[in-house]
């Protein structure tokens, strides 16, 4: 059974800066993608950003490209989000996942099944 585990959450300012990781145990297929998505209250849960772990290239959602920074450590299966120049609107809860990554018009395709999710942690931007 595959599980992730999410760290690194907290308050931060606006212009301000936070690393998030994400542990995988457990086995998945190579083919797998890793990466991130983020809920904001009252709102549906969106992709930030993607990286396959067969090469290690990043996709991110256009409100965040140039800020966020995603990084994959195959040998330790941690995924590292580092996020520069939070705004009040990256405010929300941020989900680790593993799935096969699917980009539809731009955006990463929020998975309704073979997903796996870890339970999330909160980021708040806010003076």
């Known amino acids: 059974q595959l599980q992730l585990v999410e760290s690194g959450g907290g308050l931060v300012q606006p212009g301000g800066s936070l690393t998030l990781s994400c542990t995988a145990s457990g086995f998945s297929p190579d083919y797998y993608s890793l990466g991130w998505f983020r809920q904001a209250p009252g709102k549906e849960r969106e992709g930030v950003s993607c990286?396959?772990?067969?090469?290690?290239?990043?996709f991110y959602e256009d409100s965040v490209k140039g800020r966020f920074t995603s990084s994959i450590d195959n040998a330790k299966k941690t995924l590292t989000l580092q996020m520069n120049d939070l705004k009040p609107e990256d405010t929300g809860v941020y989900y680790c996942?593993?799935?096969?990554?699917?980009?539809?018009?731009?955006?990463?395709?929020?998975?309704?099944?073979?997903?796996?999710w870890g339970q999330g942690t909160q980021v708040t931007v806010s003076s």
């Open positions: 990286i396959s772990k067969l090469d290690g290239i990043p």
């Open positions: 996942a593993q799935w096969v990554c699917t980009v539809i018009g731009g955006s990463i395709y929020v998975p309704t099944d073979d997903v796996y």
